[in-house]
């Protein structure tokens, strides 16, 4: 089953420091315009070889993109693959940033 998460309970826990996997499923030219601190990167295009990275199934790992849809479907891929512990970002990128927290942007 795959959860949702909102931007507000994401932020929560990782103030609280849980322990969470967090997959940013945009591109990399939307990830360098700005993305969630922490979050590691597999884009949707590329998600099926890549998230070979993603090596314990009992992780809590939640998935966002801009909107919530790549990251919904990456996530079913993932449920597919064994994942147990799936979340959803509602609203993505947009709504993280709308609710004014903090984006991180890479050095070019």
Known sequence: M???????EL?????????LILVDCRELEEWNN????GATL???SSFEEDSKVLKHK????????????RSLRAAMYLQDQGFED?????GGILDWVENGFPV?????
Request: hydrophobic share 30%.
């Open 2 to 8: 795959i959860n949702s998460m909102t931007v507000s």
């Open 104 to 108: 991180s942007i890479p050095h070019t």
């Open 86 to 90: 799936l979340y959803n970002l509602e």
């Open 11 to 19: 932020k929560e826990q990782m103030d609280k420091k849980e322990d």
């Open 34 to 37: 700005g993305h969630i601190h």
């Open 42 to 44: 597999i884009p949707l």
């Open 58 to 69: 009992q992780a809590k790992v939640v998935l966002q993109c801009r909107s919530g849809k």
